[in-house]
């Protein structure tokens, strides 16, 4: 198991950039795909990216599509989701997830991770 711990988040105009980080402990965490999801307020969490083991492969949410960049620094264990242009609707918390099953680029589901970070507030002020 994969120990995760998000941060970054805070409020942010529209049109403003953040950039979250994922710190994994574990001596295993090269191989894990990390995922990224949200949550708004009365909303069910959505897949909002996600990053292979080696970092050479990700696959984003068309609602960030070329505003989000996720990133990962395996000798630092953590993992990063640049936010540009950044839009109310955006707003959530944010969670990192892993899981050791084989990467492939399409849309994930809560389910297909094991292990979850406590979350970060993002807000989008318009």
């Known amino acids: 198991q994969v120990q995760l711990v998000e941060s970054g988040g805070g409020l942010v105009q529209a049109g403003g950039s953040l950039r979250l980080s994922c710190a994994a402990s574990?001596?295993?965490?090269?191989?894990?795909?990390i995922g990224w999801f949200r949550q708004a307020p009365g909303k069910e969490r959505e897949f909002v990216a996600v990053?292979?083991?080696?970092?050479?492969?990700?696959y984003y949410a068309d609602s960030v599509k070329g505003r989000f960049t996720a990133s990962r620094d395996n000798a630092k264990t953590t993992v990063f989701l640049q936010m540009n242009s950044l839009k109310p609707e955006d707003t959530g918390v944010y969670y990192c997830?892993?899981?050791?099953?084989?990467?492939?680029?399409?849309?994930?589901?809560?389910?297909?991770?094991?292990?979850w970070g406590q979350g970060t507030q993002v807000t989008v002020s318009s």
């Open positions: 997830a892993s899981q050791r099953r084989t990467y492939y680029s399409g849309n994930y589901y809560p389910s297909d991770f094991d292990s």
């Open positions: 574990g001596r295993t965490f090269t191989r894990y795909v």
């Open positions: 990053i292979s083991w080696s970092g050479g492969a990700t």
